[in-house]
């Protein structure tokens, strides 16, 4: 053992067994803190979601338009979440640019990260920098060069070019994830495959896509997340319409409906039940792959 080694060995000997048992002790209260300040705000969100604001005015219960205090417990809200036709069609709207943008991006992010990886070809460190682009360029400087781009055109800006705005930044996310799926991935499963007789396109949905899946069910479900979140960008390239994000933007000036709790809820209870998912295929299918092997 070198000296250096033998010195710390030393010096962890050295420290009192109780200096190490606070620091465990501040260790867990550190993580403690950074899950309480990750969760408390969907907690209030689902809580919300379950109350009537108002106030007891002279004896009667007056009803509040803002959510922003407990009145009491109901229902009322889970009753009737379309309750505002405005509030509902901008949800809609929001499902319709996310699920088109998912496909859109999961398709071209996934052939982009599998010729990166799979292939050697001019300007390919130049295509990786520019893949890189989008997740560090603020989402303003990215809105208004598309707002720009579309203003020159002359398209006018609505569903189409929410769309385009939101593949812009989710391929980038796509390609980057399934990148990481397929880094150590065995090109010789391909050949053997072909060797045998299977066409690029049967080789491809037979081996290489049920191996790179779970990089690619991954990326697709933070894609939807983003595109569903998004503001900035939407807002600069929507036009008249009105996404969810912007329709809750619009609707604090005059209301806060505890129906935004509702629709938040449910997108949480959505996000938990496929991550859900995908952790029991997952695991089952490792102990299938372990029980082959």
Known sequence: MSAPAVAVVGERRMMPRWVRAVGHRLLGVWAAIALLYLFVPIVVIVVFSFNEPGSVIKGKWKTAAYNYQWGRFSLDAWKHPFKDPGLRDAFVLSLKVALLAVVISTILGTMMALSLVKYRFTGKGLVNTLLVLPLTMPEVVMGFSLLTLFVAFNWSRGFVT??????????????????ARIRGFDW????????????????????????IAPGVLAASLLTFALSLDDFIITLLNAGKEQTFPIKIWNTKRSSIPPQINVFGTMILLASVTLAGIGMFVGRRRERALAAAS
């Open 162 to 179: 929410i769309v385009i705005a939101h593949v812009m930044f989710c391929v980038s996310y796509v390609a980057t994830t399934v990148k």
């Open 188 to 211: 010789r499963l391909e050949e053997a495959a072909q060797d045998l007789g299977a066409t690029p396109w049967r080789t491809f949905r037979k081996v290489t896509l049920p191996i």
